[in-house]
T-cell receptor
Framework: SQQGEEDPQALSIQEGENATMNCSYK?????LQWYRQNSGRGLVHLIL?????REKHSGRLRVTLDTSKKSSSLLITASRAADTASYFC??????????????FGKGTHLIIQP | EAQVTQNPRYLITVTGKKLTVTCSQN?????MSWYRQDPGLGLRQIYY???????DKGDVPEGYKVSRKEKRNFPLILESPSPNQTSLYFC??????????????FGSGTRLTVV
């Protein structure tokens, strides 16, 4: 079952600008994670935010989590051409013990124009 | 180097010919999972394993089998592949089912074409 939905589906910005992607989900979660995928390659873990956290930073990445709205956002500051990729949110549900692991959204395709 | 190794990277096969995609991790992870990725559908879970000899179905298990006889290996078996199983497949592993605190480690993917 698809848990997360990213918005927008695609985003094109100029190098140096900030990129913001959003994720909405449906059920109660233990944590929410963001991954990056370069074309056809394996996904790479970027950052994890727990359900009791509201904001987290890692380098140029800033993630927020609003459990009351069941939504998260990923902000990439000072974007670079190398940030061009697809970005996925993934949720670890607490329902059913969460044994089925992470559920992924369909992703946001980010293009950084030089 | 900590990694998940999938083989083969690319595979073209014919309908009905049994195949196995191997997955091996060297991080002593307990949790392993298989996903398929299709355009417009995102990643969908096929099977997962909480530990050795413990496996369960994900969202799209039909036509697939798995086994977890050793902690490091989690092969995906297609007994009788069909064209609708043409997809990009990923194996992933983590310390636990919540993928905390370091997330999943993904393999490089297997692009399967069934003709």
């Amino acid at each position: 079952s698809q848990q997360g939905e990213e918005d927008p589906q695609a985003l094109s910005i100029q190098e140096g600008e900030n990129a913001t992607m959003n994720c909405s989900y449906k059920t109660s979660i233990n944590n929410l994670q963001w991954y990056r995928q370069n074309s056809g390659r394996g996904l790479v873990h970027l950052i994890l935010i727990r359900s009791n956290e509201r904001e987290k930073h890692s380098g140029r990445l800033r993630v927020t989590l609003d459990t009351s709205k069941k939504s998260s956002s990923l902000l990439i500051t000072a974007s670079r051409a190398a940030d061009t990729a697809s970005y996925f949110c993934a949720t670890a549900s607490i329902s059913g013990g969460g044994a089925d692991g992470l559920t992924f959204g369909k992703g946001t395709h980010l293009i950084i124009q030089p | 180097e900590a990694q998940v190794t999938q083989n083969p990277r690319y595979l073209i096969t014919v309908t009905g010919k049994k195949l196995t995609v191997t997955c091996s991790q060297n991080m002593n992870h307990e949790y392993m999972s298989w996903y398929r990725q299709d355009p417009g559908l995102g990643l969908r879970q096929i099977y997962y394993s909480m530990n050795v000899e413990v496996t369960d179905k994900g969202d799209v298990p039909e036509g697939y089998k798995v086994s977890r006889k050793e902690k490091r290996n989690f092969p995906l078996i297609l007994e009788s592949p069909s064209p609708n199983q043409t997809s990009l497949y990923f194996c992933a592993s983590s310390f636990n089912h919540r993928a905390a605190p370091h997330g999943y480690t993904f393999g490089s993917g297997t692009r399967l074409t069934v003709v």
